[in-house]
């Protein structure tokens, strides 16, 4: 099974901040790589899909990267609304696996 | 309006057999792949099932092989997932997902609310 390792598990920031959260596959994955973000009680909402393609009517501050099984979502400027838990998660290869989330609080 | 909504889930014992439900709106159905994703008090995300458009392929998590069936009728636009063999491991709030494969894009961009399913004596 295809292994998501996300950094960090959790982070404290502040609105106006830039955040990066890095997901690291165990193997290649040749960019099949998505994020959720969750709030709780909600469902995962797409985010970034196939590594840095910006989901309709997600706001321009989210964008996603890549390089080679590393992996990177960054928001420009942390809004109030954007604390939340962030998920990755791969479809290359059965079983898609999710990474371990990390969750992103007020500083 | 574009929606998935599940039903079906409750208290059950270890050993006993559950099935959800989810009912899909506002897009073609019968066109899509379909999911199920659970997720534990607490815990992350964990996929659990995929079918085909045509119910003619599907795929598992090792830990539910054998006891989990997905299943759809397009006719009622409806995504079922039949659970035997009930552990409380299987707790959790379970999500159905539209799952789009548009080479090269793959996603799950629709999402129910979910249905908690609890196992315990």
């Known amino acids: 099974d295809i292994q998501l390792t996300q950094s960090p598990s959790f982070l404290s920031a502040s609105v106006g901040d830039r955040v990066t959260i890095t997901c690291r596959a165990s193997q290649g994955i040749n960019n099949y790589l998505d994020w959720y973000q969750q709030k709780p009680g909600k469902a995962p909402k797409l985010l970034i899909y196939t590594a840095s393609t910006l989901e309709s009517g997600v706001p321009s501050r989210f964008s996603g990267s890549a390089s080679g099984t590393e992996f990177t979502l960054t928001i420009s400027s942390l809004q109030p609304e954007d604390f939340a838990t962030y998920y990755c998660?791969?479809?290359?290869?059965?079983?898609?696996?999710f990474g371990g989330g990390t969750k992103v609080e007020i500083k | 309006e574009v929606q998935l909504v599940e039903s079906g889930g409750g208290l059950v014992q270890p050993g006993g057999s559950l099935r959800l439900s989810c009912a899909a709106s506002g897009f073609t159905f019968s066109r899509s792949w379909m999911s199920w994703v659970r997720q534990a008090p607490g815990k992350g995300l964990e996929w659990v099932a995929n079918?085909?458009?045509?119910?003619?392929?599907?795929y598992y998590v090792d830990s539910v092989k054998g006891r989990f069936t997905i299943s759809r009728d397009n006719a009622k636009n409806s995504l079922f997932l039949q659970m035997n063999s009930l552990r409380a491991e299987d707790t959790a709030v379970y999500y159905c997902?539209?799952?789009?494969?548009?080479?090269?894009?793959?996603?799950?961009?629709?999402w129910g609310e979910g249905t908690t399913v609890t196992v315990s004596s």
């Open positions: 079918i085909k458009e045509d119910g003619g392929d599907n």
């Open positions: 998660q791969q479809l290359k290869t059965y079983p898609l696996t």
């Open positions: 997902a539209r799952y789009v494969r548009s080479h090269p894009h793959y996603y799950m961009d629709i």
